[in-house]
């Protein structure tokens, strides 16, 4: 989704307002909980549904 919106994890982090670092870890998918206010503010700034930006992994 960042792709498509030509925006870069610095400026998401800015207009979401979350560290870099915690932006990082929750687009490489080693984060292993979000806040749901987190994930609205994201989904607000790209314009999207949550389904856009996440996937289910089955456990192993």
Known sequence: M???RKMSLN???EKVGITLS???ILKTGKAKAIRFSTLE???EVLDCQPGDILEFEKSR
Do not use: D, G, P
């Open 2 to 4: 960042m792709a498509k």
């Open 41 to 43: 503010t994201i989904c």
């Open 11 to 13: 400026e998401l982090s």
């Open 22 to 24: 915690n932006l990082s």
